[in-house]
């Protein structure tokens, strides 16, 4: 990523227009075909949102997820899915998109979306996604920028006012304070039976189990803040405004056109049609705001919030003067306040910290602490009080917070009880916590504060979803949030109700009551990593012990379906959430069976016929097909894309063309798995884990769908004869042969029979290979299944080293 438009060698898209035009779905699947991306989006719910749909397409281990409070970060993440303030401008990526641009006009955030539409972008290509309003100053500040108007997938149309009796179902409907959601809330829930309520200030724990409990109808209404406005993909038909105006932080005012139909275009997802209108306790909206609503025609952006991003750390004077500067450019206009800018001007007059920041380490740090998120929106001088003794402490002495400060501030709001207020007030609370305890360097045991302060969020997060539902929705109307003790009501022998089922699947958790909701055993899943799953030879996957699912025949070895072990005793909510967090392992565990190979971003339309060709060889092949499949498309190649694939693990070997990890045990392993599940076969006995078998023990399944070749009366393990066909290229190689073979215990006839296939005898000299035919002898030949086995991807080379030492390793 470049620190300039000037010095970018990337091409720079711009697709603008209303919502429901799919803009952000396009620049998800544009990035997938690059290698690497980042993609920033203006809340961190949408972020998770984005997260999890990424990863059920590529699995978690090559996605990140960053925002201020939230991180999850794989060894080697290709794709970066952040908040826009958290994305990682110091990260070279070859895609980037900032989604919704036009709040570089947002008079408090705006500075950070301008700095990104000016400096931001990917090596190869980036992508600016917003309002068509925006369309005048990207042209003007990225002349060579390509803009595209975004059409809109359906109509959005006027209904009115409505009474909250008379809302049709799936309506969301939106007002702007907590008190008010609350309060119509809980007159929906007297009138309909339940509701589900989104604010921006829930944390994602909680407002994703809301959502869902909405997406799975178990009730048919929301209540919402403006925090559905900014690309969260919901099921709704209709959009009531319950006011028209808000606080915006510095006063109470009418929304814009544009921002009601930002809201209002939430209504009518892909094809189908929404509708949008007010509660009958408001006046008529006027006609011209109707019309520019429905035509999505608004005016033109005319200038930018902008800061100075030159900062001058010799001093906090100077920080401020350059903090202060004015615009050169006539589009922009200067930002006019911002909590971290009136947190150091609070703080330059300390002093204390007037005596120690004094040179650029300190200046620089200073106001690294003034731009912690002030979440709980209180008294500002009881949060500068807080960055006061912050700053001090890790100014003086190692430079690392005190553990025993830490736990004062932390300890009290490890405490679920109370209502959904006072539970607000504690999330807001431990989100500055969060956020700190992700500035690794400022604390000693790092690592012991994100889980402190991650599991207190989760625990709050989950009594808060408890408390909204408990208020919200009529008991009768949702069974998931009850309690299932196993100590206290034990099912009885031989039930088979849901409820006893799910009572014995839920079972206690260390460290409570001995209770469980159904909504935190699915939040535990939903957060575990990769590792906290156990996935049988048979596809069955289980958590903590419990089954939880298996995988079953998809349309071929790399799409394995899903089906829950237990669909019956999930609410429709917890089992849309269970299935995407499961889809995107079962995206992993095919990953590993190809090695890591990441055929799907080498399937994009930039790539030449050659690459995409055998990308999708490949990865049909999960990582390894034969050379003569692959040799004409390989030696097509230019040296530039023959050199990426090698990087990315690709090896020319002797008879296959292979990812060198696709040989690995463990990718040996998954192939096993996917391979009978596709064939709905039991694997051979001994697969992968013997290195040669005899053609009878295949049963007359393919040989190269398990990852083996078959060389006579024998089927070798692909690694094995690799290292056997590299060392028989050598002068004196055929000794070295010789000895591996030996290794395997093989017959002399047979070693004999397994070398002339290669191409060497057993005095060294090399022989002209024969081709002949024989009924069952090649791989890929046995059987209605062969054709499984014809593409096949193995990974790193090296993979197979030391495999033929004794009976060779034993694949896992």
Known sequence: MNSSPSSRPSVVVAELGPTNTGKTHRAIERMLEHDTGIIGLPLRLLAREVYDRVTARVGEGRVALMTGEEKRLPPRPDYWICTVEAMPLDRPVDFLAVDEIQLAAHRERGHVFTDRLLHARGLRETWFLGADTMRPMVQALIPHASVKRATRLSQLRFSGRHSLKSLPPRSAVVAFSADRVYELAEALRRLRGGVAVVLGALSPRTRNAQVAMYQAGEVQYLVATDAIGMGLNLDLNHVAFAALSKYDGAEQRDLFPDELAQIAGRAGRHLNDGSFGTLNTLPELPPRVVSAIESHRFPAVRSLIWRNSSLDFSSPESLLDSLSRAPRHGAFIRVERADDFDALKELSHVPAIREVATDRATVELLWQVCQIPDFRKGLFG???????????????????????????????????????????????????????????????????????????????????????????????????????????????????????????????????????????????????????????????????????????????????????????VWTGGARRRLERRLVALARDLVTEAMGGFPAESLAGGERSAETRGLAYRLAEGLGVISLGEAREQWRLLDEESRERLKTLGVREGQRFLYVAEALSPN?????????????????????????????????????????????????????????????????????????????????????????????GQSGGAPVKRRRRRRGGGRSGAHGPSAHVGAHQKPRRSGAGEGSVQGAGPKPE
Do not use: C, N
């Open 382 to 568: 009881q949060h500068v009080a807080l960055l006061r003794e912050t700053f001090l402490q890790l100014s003086e002495g190692d430079g690392k917070l005190e553990q025993a400060w830490l736990s004062r501030q932390v300890s009290p709001l490890d405490d679920v009880s109370g209502d959904i207020h006072t539970l607000m007030d504690r999330l807001a609370a431990i989100r500055i916590w969060t956020y700190i305890s992700h500035r690794s360097s400022w604390l000693h045991d790092a690592e012991h504060w994100q889980e402190r302060t991650r599991r207190i969020e989760d625990a709050l997060g989950d009594a808060l979803h408890e408390r909204l539902v408990e208020r919200f929705v009529q008991r009768a109307a949702r069974r998931s949030a009850r309690r299932f003790v196993r100590a206290a009501a034990p099912a009885a022998p031989g039930s088979d109700s849901p409820f006893a089922k799910l009572g014995l699947l839920l079972g206690e958790v260390p460290g409570t009551d001995g209770a469980v909701t159904e909504e935190q055993f699915v939040q535990r899943v939903v957060d575990a990593t990769h590792e906290d799953f156990q996935v049988d030879a048979s596809g069955s996957i289980s958590f903590e012990e419990q089954p939880l699912a298996r995988l079953v025949r998809g349309k071929d070895r790399r799409s394995p379906q899903l089906a829950l072990t237990e669909p019956e």
């Open 667 to 759: 990718a040996l392993a998954r192939r096993r798995m996917l391979t009978a599940l596709f064939l709905q076969s039991p694997a051979p006995k001994g697969v992968p884990r013997e290195p040669a078998l005899s053609v009878a023990e295949l049963g007359g399944l393919s040989a190269r769908a398990f990852g083996y070749e078959v060389l006579g009366s024998v089927a070798l393990r692909i690694d094995v004869v690799e290292r056997l066909s590299e060392a028989l290229r050598h002068p004196h190689g055929a000794r070295q042969a010789h000895t591996l073979l030996q290794e395997l215990r093989l017959e002399s006839g047979v070693r004999a029979r397994v070398l002339r296939e290669l191409g």
